[in-house]
């Protein structure tokens, strides 16, 4: 199923990154932990790139 997939990429993701995974598999522990991983990957970018818009996320994700 893709969507147990793309779940379990963010729980991976999330501790290679050395970054708390919260409760899998529930609403709320799903969305704080794709919340932060958005934030950490998104400082990153930043640092990498400069200055940084929710636009250019935008932009970014639709490469492909």
Known sequence: CAVAAVMLLRVLLARRLG??????????????TTAVLL?????RLESERGSLRTRDLVQL???R
């Not at 970054?19 to 704080?32: E, I, K, N």
């Not at 934030?39 to 400082?43: E, P, Q, S």
């Open 19 to 32: 970054m708390p995974v919260f409760t899998p598999h529930h609403a709320l522990g799903d969305a704080m």
């Open 39 to 43: 934030l950490v990957l998104a400082t």
């Open 61 to 63: 994700s639709r490469r």
